[in-house]
């Protein structure tokens, strides 16, 4: 395990910082594999039921991939698809997270931190955060799967603009494209993530992870969906204690206490 990436559960939520300050909070190589091995943890802990990711400091959420080792570990056609494997290892295995996944951004986020925060359920930004994706500043080929997830996120033309001017963008303007929910004053964004975090906790988990689950499923094809599966998805929502506790705490004007059972 790398001393790049700190995590602290508080109830029922994680926080993940990716903390590299010294190269913005870049990802080596090494820190692709522990944040593949982090996000499936958290998928299989019980207790989680947000999980927040951030950069240290208030310079980067991220500044992507750890270019500086890209001659060791990128040199060869074989040594780029071991590393292009790593990386999208990393980013299915946020993506398969059950729980809600919330980007706390502040600061630059660019390429491949861009792509960890939009792999997140929810992102929200500080107003000095900046936005890119800036593989024609370096030559870089941009691959399938990211193009893919860019495109998927924030449509087509979007995309090539992003790609073509490799710009930052402001957090206003990563509002205006839907790459982020919101912008919020830098010392309000902790506050902001962290109550958002706690407002989906104290909800039923089954719940929410049904939702978030069904979701992903409807972006499937019609012809694709699973449709036993979401209804099986409902079913253990009806069949489930928090159920009882959620009708019984409305009867009786209180806070339900969901344990996700």
Sequence with gaps: MTE????????????LVIDNPGKRNAVNLE?????????????????IRVVII???????????ADISEFTTVRATPKDRDNY????????NSLRDIPQITIAMIDGVTIGGGAEIAMECDILVASERSRFGITPAKLGIGYNEMDVD??????????ALEILATGKLYSATEALNLGWVRSVVAADELENEVFSLADTIAANAPLTIMAAKLMIKEILKPPEERDQNYCRALVDACYESADCIEGQKAFSEKRKPDFRGI
Excluded: C, P, Y
Aim: proline share 0%; charged share 25%.
């Design 54 to 64: 951030s950069g240290a400091g208030d310079k980067a959420f991220s500044a992507g």
């Design 149 to 158: 997830r860019l495109v998927k996120h924030l449509g087509a033309k979007a």
């Design 4 to 15: 790049f990436l700190q995590t602290k559960i508080s109830g029922h939520r994680v926080h």
């Design 84 to 91: 292009d494997v790593a990386v999208q290892n990393a980013f």
């Design 31 to 47: 820190m692709w594999h522990e944040l593949h091995e982090k996000f499936r943890a958290f998928a299989d802990d019980s207790r």
